[in-house]
Protein backbone atom coordinates (compact mmCIF):
# COMPACT_ATOMS: atom_id res chain seq x y z
CA UNK A 1 0.00 0.00 0.00
CA UNK A 2 1.12 3.64 -0.35
CA UNK A 3 2.32 5.19 2.63
CA UNK A 4 4.58 8.90 2.89
CA UNK A 5 7.31 7.75 5.36
CA UNK A 6 11.35 9.37 6.47
CA UNK A 7 13.65 6.93 6.43
CA UNK A 8 16.43 8.89 9.34
CA UNK A 9 15.89 11.88 11.37
CA UNK A 10 16.98 14.95 9.58
CA UNK A 11 15.38 13.71 5.90
CA UNK A 12 13.91 17.07 4.78
CA UNK A 13 11.43 15.22 2.23
CA UNK A 14 9.21 12.49 3.14
CA UNK A 15 9.44 9.42 0.67
CA UNK A 16 6.29 8.20 -0.68
CA UNK A 17 6.30 4.54 -1.36
CA UNK A 18 3.38 1.84 -2.59
CA UNK A 19 5.27 -0.91 -1.11
CA UNK A 20 4.45 -0.38 2.85
CA UNK A 21 3.06 -3.18 4.85
CA UNK A 22 0.80 -2.61 7.91
CA UNK A 23 1.38 -5.24 10.96
CA UNK A 24 -1.74 -7.49 11.44
CA UNK A 25 -4.66 -6.91 13.41
CA UNK A 26 -3.78 -8.67 16.57
CA UNK A 27 -5.77 -8.47 20.06
CA UNK A 28 -7.26 -5.24 21.28
CA UNK A 29 -6.21 -3.50 17.88
CA UNK A 30 -8.76 -2.06 14.92
CA UNK A 31 -7.65 -1.89 11.47
CA UNK A 32 -8.79 1.85 10.09
CA UNK A 33 -8.52 2.57 6.16
CA UNK A 34 -7.68 6.44 6.19
CA UNK A 35 -10.03 8.57 3.98
CA UNK A 36 -8.36 12.07 5.05
CA UNK A 37 -5.44 12.95 6.97
CA UNK A 38 -4.51 16.44 7.76
CA UNK A 39 -0.88 17.97 7.88
CA UNK A 40 0.33 19.49 10.97
CA UNK A 41 3.61 21.12 12.18
CA UNK A 42 4.74 18.44 14.69
CA UNK A 43 5.31 16.17 11.30
CA UNK A 44 7.90 18.39 9.90
CA UNK A 45 9.55 18.35 13.95
CA UNK A 46 9.35 14.55 13.52
CA UNK A 47 11.66 14.55 10.73
CA UNK A 48 14.01 16.78 11.80
CA UNK A 49 14.18 15.60 15.62
CA UNK A 50 12.34 18.64 17.44
CA UNK A 51 9.84 15.80 18.53
CA UNK A 52 11.93 12.50 18.78
CA UNK A 53 10.68 10.26 16.85
CA UNK A 54 11.92 6.10 15.79
CA UNK A 55 12.93 5.67 12.91
CA UNK A 56 12.13 5.04 9.80
CA UNK A 57 8.42 6.09 10.51
CA UNK A 58 5.25 6.86 8.32
CA UNK A 59 4.01 10.74 9.07
CA UNK A 60 0.67 11.85 10.08
CA UNK A 61 -1.17 11.62 13.56
CA UNK A 62 -4.77 13.52 12.77
CA UNK A 63 -6.82 11.62 10.12
CA UNK A 64 -10.15 9.74 10.02
CA UNK A 65 -11.49 6.60 8.33
CA UNK A 66 -13.41 3.24 7.72
CA UNK A 67 -13.10 0.62 10.29
CA UNK A 68 -12.23 -2.67 8.15
CA UNK A 69 -11.21 -5.13 10.95
CA UNK A 70 -11.04 -5.66 14.56
CA UNK A 71 -8.81 -7.71 16.42
CA UNK A 72 -9.96 -10.10 19.38
CA UNK A 73 -11.68 -8.61 22.27
CA UNK A 74 -12.43 -5.41 20.81
CA UNK A 75 -16.42 -4.38 21.62
CA UNK A 76 -16.26 -0.68 21.10
CA UNK A 77 -15.94 -0.29 17.38
CA UNK A 78 -17.16 -2.60 14.90
CA UNK A 79 -16.15 -2.92 11.37
CA UNK A 80 -17.86 -0.43 8.69
CA UNK A 81 -17.35 2.40 11.65
CA UNK A 82 -16.51 6.30 10.78
CA UNK A 83 -13.57 7.07 13.62
CA UNK A 84 -11.15 9.61 14.28
CA UNK A 85 -7.95 8.60 15.15
CA UNK A 86 -6.31 9.60 18.51
CA UNK A 87 -2.75 9.56 19.12
CA UNK A 88 -3.14 10.00 22.61
CA UNK A 89 -6.13 6.71 23.38
CA UNK A 90 -6.25 6.67 27.10
CA UNK A 91 -4.78 3.27 28.79
CA UNK A 92 -7.06 3.00 31.66
CA UNK A 93 -4.85 1.84 33.98
CA UNK A 94 -2.26 4.56 35.08
CA UNK A 95 -2.34 7.32 37.40
CA UNK A 96 -4.23 9.93 35.37
CA UNK A 97 -6.82 7.15 34.33
CA UNK A 98 -7.23 5.91 37.55
CA UNK A 99 -7.86 9.84 38.71
CA UNK A 100 -10.21 10.39 36.25
CA UNK A 101 -7.72 12.50 33.85
CA UNK A 102 -7.90 9.89 30.88
CA UNK A 103 -6.97 13.01 28.32
CA UNK A 104 -3.69 13.20 30.25
CA UNK A 105 -2.73 9.67 29.83
CA UNK A 106 0.91 9.82 27.72
CA UNK A 107 0.94 5.76 27.80
CA UNK A 108 -0.54 5.27 24.23
CA UNK A 109 1.76 8.34 23.02
CA UNK A 110 5.49 6.63 24.30
CA UNK A 111 4.41 2.77 24.13
CA UNK A 112 4.32 0.93 21.19
CA UNK A 113 5.83 -1.27 18.33
CA UNK A 114 6.01 -0.12 14.91
CA UNK A 115 2.77 -0.73 12.72
CA UNK A 116 4.10 -0.94 9.43
CA UNK A 117 7.00 -3.10 7.49
CA UNK A 118 9.21 -1.90 4.57
CA UNK A 119 10.16 -5.22 3.21
CA UNK A 120 11.58 -6.79 6.41
CA UNK A 121 12.49 -3.51 7.76
CA UNK A 122 9.62 -2.72 10.75
CA UNK A 123 8.11 0.83 10.55
CA UNK A 124 6.66 3.22 13.09
CA UNK A 125 4.34 5.68 12.77
CA UNK A 126 4.69 9.59 14.07
CA UNK A 127 2.69 9.10 17.97
CA UNK A 128 2.23 5.44 17.17
CA UNK A 129 -0.38 6.77 14.55
CA UNK A 130 0.70 7.11 10.88
CA UNK A 131 -2.46 8.43 8.83
CA UNK A 132 -0.54 8.90 5.93
CA UNK A 133 -1.23 5.64 4.18
CA UNK A 134 -3.72 4.12 3.30
CA UNK A 135 -4.23 1.86 6.40
CA UNK A 136 -3.15 1.64 10.02
CA UNK A 137 -3.57 -0.53 13.06
CA UNK A 138 -3.99 1.38 16.02
CA UNK A 139 -5.44 0.40 19.57
CA UNK A 140 -9.24 0.14 19.91
CA UNK A 141 -8.88 3.48 22.37
CA UNK A 142 -7.60 5.07 19.44
CA UNK A 143 -10.28 4.94 17.33
CA UNK A 144 -13.27 6.95 18.42
CA UNK A 145 -16.05 6.61 16.74
CA UNK A 146 -18.10 9.65 15.05
CA UNK A 147 -21.88 9.91 13.45
CA UNK A 148 -21.51 8.76 9.47
CA UNK A 149 -22.33 11.86 8.30
CA UNK A 150 -19.23 14.12 9.40
CA UNK A 151 -17.49 14.67 6.92
CA UNK A 152 -13.66 13.02 6.35
CA UNK A 153 -11.62 16.29 6.28
CA UNK A 154 -13.80 17.75 8.63
CA UNK A 155 -13.04 14.35 11.21
CA UNK A 156 -9.72 14.48 10.22
CA UNK A 157 -8.51 17.54 11.84
CA UNK A 158 -10.47 16.09 15.25
CA UNK A 159 -7.44 14.32 15.88
CA UNK A 160 -5.20 16.96 17.03
CA UNK A 161 -5.89 20.74 15.82
CA UNK A 162 -9.37 21.17 17.10
CA UNK A 163 -9.56 19.25 20.41
CA UNK A 164 -5.72 20.66 20.88
CA UNK A 165 -7.61 24.04 20.82
CA UNK A 166 -11.31 23.75 22.10
CA UNK A 167 -9.62 21.70 24.88
CA UNK A 168 -7.25 24.21 26.51
CA UNK A 169 -9.97 26.77 26.13
CA UNK A 170 -12.78 24.68 27.45
CA UNK A 171 -10.74 22.40 29.53
CA UNK A 172 -7.45 23.64 30.12
CA UNK A 173 -8.51 27.23 31.11
CA UNK A 174 -12.28 26.95 31.55
CA UNK A 175 -12.53 30.45 30.35
CA UNK A 176 -15.85 31.89 32.28
CA UNK A 177 -18.81 33.22 30.42
CA UNK A 178 -18.56 36.74 29.91
CA UNK A 179 -14.45 37.01 30.13
CA UNK A 180 -12.06 38.86 27.72
CA UNK A 181 -9.68 36.41 25.87
CA UNK A 182 -6.44 37.49 23.70
CA UNK A 183 -4.92 34.35 21.42
CA UNK A 184 -1.70 34.45 19.55
CA UNK A 185 -1.73 32.56 16.35
CA UNK A 186 -4.21 32.06 14.15
CA UNK A 187 -3.57 28.79 12.57
CA UNK A 188 -5.19 25.82 12.93
CA UNK A 189 -5.05 25.17 16.92
CA UNK A 190 -5.26 29.26 17.22
CA UNK A 191 -8.74 29.29 15.03
CA UNK A 192 -9.98 26.37 17.44
CA UNK A 193 -8.62 28.31 20.55
CA UNK A 194 -11.32 31.02 19.18
CA UNK A 195 -13.78 28.17 18.89
CA UNK A 196 -13.22 26.73 22.45
CA UNK A 197 -13.54 30.49 24.10
CA UNK A 198 -16.59 31.64 21.81
CA UNK A 199 -18.26 28.05 23.07
CA UNK A 200 -17.23 28.81 26.68
CA UNK A 201 -19.16 32.02 26.34
CA UNK A 202 -16.53 34.82 26.17
CA UNK A 203 -17.37 38.05 25.46
CA UNK A 204 -14.45 40.04 23.77
CA UNK A 205 -12.11 37.44 21.77
CA UNK A 206 -8.59 38.95 20.39
CA UNK A 207 -6.92 37.38 17.92
CA UNK A 208 -3.53 38.09 17.02
CA UNK A 209 -1.43 37.80 13.94
CA UNK A 210 1.23 38.90 11.77
CA UNK A 211 -1.01 37.50 8.52
CA UNK A 212 -4.29 40.28 7.67
CA UNK A 213 -5.73 37.37 6.24
CA UNK A 214 -5.43 34.93 9.24
CA UNK A 215 -6.98 37.41 10.98
CA UNK A 216 -10.24 37.74 9.04
CA UNK A 217 -10.08 34.31 9.16
CA UNK A 218 -10.29 34.44 12.82
CA UNK A 219 -13.50 36.91 12.86
CA UNK A 220 -15.25 33.97 10.75
CA UNK A 221 -14.50 31.37 13.93
CA UNK A 222 -15.57 33.88 16.24
CA UNK A 223 -13.02 36.26 16.99
CA UNK A 224 -14.75 39.77 17.89
CA UNK A 225 -11.36 41.85 17.31
CA UNK A 226 -8.44 41.47 15.96
CA UNK A 227 -4.96 43.16 15.38
CA UNK A 228 -1.25 43.01 14.35
CA UNK A 229 1.29 42.48 17.46
CA UNK A 230 1.72 46.35 16.99
CA UNK A 231 -1.74 47.31 17.56
CA UNK A 232 -2.98 44.93 20.12
CA UNK A 233 -1.97 47.55 23.64
CA UNK A 234 -4.46 49.91 21.78
CA UNK A 235 -7.01 47.25 21.29
CA UNK A 236 -6.50 46.27 24.86
CA UNK A 237 -6.86 49.50 26.03
CA UNK A 238 -10.12 49.72 24.17
CA UNK A 239 -11.34 45.94 25.19
CA UNK A 240 -10.22 46.03 28.66
CA UNK A 241 -9.69 49.64 29.64
CA UNK A 242 -6.33 48.98 30.33
CA UNK A 243 -6.55 45.93 32.88
CA UNK A 244 -5.45 43.22 30.68
CA UNK A 245 -7.24 40.11 29.34
CA UNK A 246 -8.96 37.35 31.84
CA UNK A 247 -7.04 34.55 29.82
CA UNK A 248 -3.82 34.66 26.87
CA UNK A 249 -3.70 31.75 24.94
CA UNK A 250 -0.05 31.63 23.40
CA UNK A 251 -0.60 29.40 20.34
CA UNK A 252 2.76 30.78 17.98
CA UNK A 253 5.68 28.71 19.97
CA UNK A 254 8.32 31.06 20.05
CA UNK A 255 9.84 33.18 22.85
CA UNK A 256 8.64 36.32 21.88
CA UNK A 257 4.65 35.58 22.65
CA UNK A 258 5.85 32.90 24.86
CA UNK A 259 7.37 35.47 27.47
CA UNK A 260 4.02 37.62 28.15
CA UNK A 261 0.83 37.80 26.39
CA UNK A 262 -1.41 40.78 27.93
CA UNK A 263 -3.51 39.34 31.06
CA UNK A 264 -4.74 41.19 34.05
CA UNK A 265 -3.17 40.00 37.50
CA UNK A 266 -4.18 36.36 38.59
CA UNK A 267 -5.10 35.74 35.00
CA UNK A 268 -4.89 32.49 33.30
CA UNK A 269 -1.85 32.24 30.69
CA UNK A 270 -1.92 28.58 28.47
CA UNK A 271 1.21 27.85 26.14
CA UNK A 272 2.33 25.21 24.02
CA UNK A 273 5.04 22.96 25.72
CA UNK A 274 6.87 20.21 23.98
CA UNK A 275 9.51 18.42 27.03
CA UNK A 276 12.13 15.50 25.99
CA UNK A 277 9.65 14.69 22.98
CA UNK A 278 6.14 14.37 25.16
CA UNK A 279 3.68 17.24 25.92
CA UNK A 280 3.58 18.04 29.61
CA UNK A 281 1.99 21.13 31.82
CA UNK A 282 4.58 23.26 32.80
CA UNK A 283 5.64 27.47 33.15
CA UNK A 284 8.31 28.79 31.35
CA UNK A 285 9.63 32.50 31.36
CA UNK A 286 12.12 31.92 27.99
CA UNK A 287 13.84 35.50 26.60
CA UNK A 288 11.85 37.29 23.51
CA UNK A 289 13.70 37.11 20.33
CA UNK A 290 11.56 37.94 17.36
CA UNK A 291 10.99 42.00 17.25
CA UNK A 292 8.03 41.59 14.87
CA UNK A 293 6.22 39.60 17.91
CA UNK A 294 7.77 41.56 20.86
CA UNK A 295 5.72 44.58 20.72
CA UNK A 296 2.08 42.81 21.04
CA UNK A 297 3.19 39.87 24.09
CA UNK A 298 5.10 42.50 26.30
CA UNK A 299 3.31 41.98 29.86
CA UNK A 300 0.85 44.47 30.77
CA UNK A 301 0.47 43.13 34.49
CA UNK A 302 1.93 40.38 36.49
CA UNK A 303 1.11 37.88 38.91
CA UNK A 304 -0.17 35.60 35.85
CA UNK A 305 0.04 32.18 36.89
CA UNK A 306 0.88 30.30 33.45
CA UNK A 307 0.50 25.99 32.30
CA UNK A 308 0.46 24.55 29.05
CA UNK A 309 -1.88 22.56 27.23
CA UNK A 310 -1.38 20.32 24.37
CA UNK A 311 -4.28 17.87 22.96
CA UNK A 312 -4.33 16.61 26.19
CA UNK A 313 -6.23 19.36 26.96
CA UNK A 314 -9.28 18.31 25.47
Request: aromatic share 4%.
Amino acid sequence: MRAALFHATGDETADVRDDVEVVPTGPGLVRIAIRATGVCHTDISSMNGTIPQPAPCVLGHEGAGEVVEVGQGVDTVSVGDHVVVSWVPPCGKCTDCLNGRPHLCMTGFITGGPRFLLGDTPVHGVANTGTFTEQLVVPAAAAVKIDDDVPWDVASLLGCGVMTGVGAAINTAQVRPGSSVVVFGCGGVGISVIQGARIAGAAEIVAVDLVEGKREHARQFGATHTASPDELAGVSAQVTKGAGFDYGFEVVGIPATIRGPTTRSGAAVLRWWWAQGAPTRRSSSTPSSSSSWRSGSSALSTGRPTCGSTSTGS
